[in-house]
C-alpha cells in the first residue's frame, strides 16, 4: 500500500485522571494515537461534552495530529480514575459520560466508507446509543477493510452476547491473557491456551487473533501461520495503553505490508517503550 493507511477508532474517548495529573485515553483512541505516531491518517470518532474536559480533549488531538468526528452531547466528557499499583491500573469508569452517547452521523459514516482499518471495544457499547453507532458504522467499513475488534474487559461493562455480536463483525479479535481465562468458560470452552484460540479464530473466521500476555509473552494467529515473541524486560512506568500501542502497531504495519511476524516485532516494540512511560500517549522519539 502506497498511499497512508486510513486508521478510525470508535468508542470511549476520555480522561485518565492519575493522582495528581490527568491524561487522555480510551481504548479504541490509544490504537489510533500509536498508528498516527506511526504514519497512519488517525481519526477518532466519539462523543464529548461541552465543559473543559471536552475542549482540552480537542486540543490534545490537534497537537498529535489525529483527526476527528466528534459530536458535543448534553453528557460530561468521560474520564476514568486510575490507581497505579506497581504500575499495574485499576480503574473507576465513571458512567452517563458524553461517549455512551455517541450519536450516528453522515459525517463518521463517510470517514468510516474509507477506512483501511476500523477500531472498536465492548466498553463503548456498555449503552444502547453508542452501541448502536459502533454496530451501524461497521457496516458501511469497506468489505477488505480491517475490523479490530479489542474486547477490553472493564468491570461489569460486557455479556456474551454483546462479545459474539463483535466477533462476528470483526476480522481481527484482540484478547489478553486474563480476558481469555474469562470469556473461555462462558464460551463453553476448555483446554490450552493455543486450542481456545484456535477454536475462536475458526468458529469466527478470523484472519488474525492478537493474545498478549503481559511481561511473559504475546502470540499472533494469523491465516495458516503464527508468531510467539517474549515480552521484553524494562523498567516500567506503567501499563496503562500498552496493549492499544501494541494493536495500533500491529495494524499499521499489517496494513503498510509487514508480514507477520514483522507486524509482531514492531507492535512487541512499541508496546515495551510505552510501558518505560506515563500514560497511553507518550511522544514518540524523534526517528
Known amino acids: 500500500m502506497n498511499k497512508r493507511p486510513v486508521i478510525v477508532g470508535i468508542g470511549e474517548l476520555l480522561w485518565d485522571v492519575f493522582p495528581g495529573e ?43 495530529h489525529i483527526g476527528y468526528c466528534l459530536e458535543t452531547t448534553k453528557h ?49 457499547q456498555r ?62 470452552r476448555k483446554g490450552n491456551t493455543d486450542t481456545i484460540c484456535r477454536w475462536f479464530m475458526d468458529t469466527y473466521r478470523l484472519r488474525y487473533l ?8 504475546s502470540t499472533i494467529y494469523g491465516e495458516g501461520e503464527k508468531s510467539t515473541i517474549p515480552t521484553p524486560q524494562v523498567t516500567v512506568a506503567d501499563t496503562v495503553g500498552a496493549g492499544d500501542a501494541f494493536s495500533g502497531a500491529f495494524a499499521y504495519s499489517i496494513l503498510t505490508g509487514s508480514s507477520l511476524r514483522e507486524a509482531h516485532q514492531k507492535a512487541v516494540d512499541i508496546a515495551a517503550y510505552v510501558c518505560t512511560k506515563n500514560g497511553a500517549w507518550p511522544p514518540y522519539p524523534d526517528k
Not at 29 to 34: A, K
Request: proline share 4%; glycine share 8%.
Open 76 to 124: 460530561p466528557t468521560g474520564s476514568v480514575k486510575v490507581e497505579l499499583t506497581n504500575g499495574k491500573p485499576a480503574y473507576t469508569i465513571i458512567e452517563g459520560v458524553a461517549w455512551d452517547y455517541i450519536p450516528l452521523v453522515q459525517k463518521a459514516i463517510d470517514l468510516v466508507k474509507r477506512a483501511d482499518a476500523v477500531c472498536f471495544g465492548t466498553l463503548a
Open 210 to 217: 492478537v493474545l498478549t500476555a503481559g511481561s511473559k509473552y
Open 22 to 64: 490527568k491524561k487522555a485515553g480510551g481504548a479504541p483512541i490509544n490504537l489510533v494515537y500509536h498508528a498516527s505516531q506511526l504514519g497512519a491518517e488517525g481519526y477518532a470518532v466519539s462523543a464529548i461534552g461541552n465543559d473543559a474536559f471536552g475542549m482540552e480533549i480537542l486540543q490534545e488531538l490537534d497537537k498529535n
Open 127 to 188: 449503552s444502547p446509543v453508542s452501541r448502536y453507532t459502533i454496530s451501524t458504522l461497521l457496516a458501511y467499513a469497506p468489505e477488505n477493510a480491517l475490523r479490530f475488534f479489542d474486547i477490553n474487559l472493564r468491570q461489569h461493562y460486557y455479556s456474551k452476547e454483546l462479545i459474539e455480536a463483535c466477533l462476528k463483525k470483526a476480522n481481527a479479535f484482540k484478547i489478553n491473557d486474563e480476558e481469555l481465562e474469562v470469556i473461555a468458560p462462558i464460551f463453553g
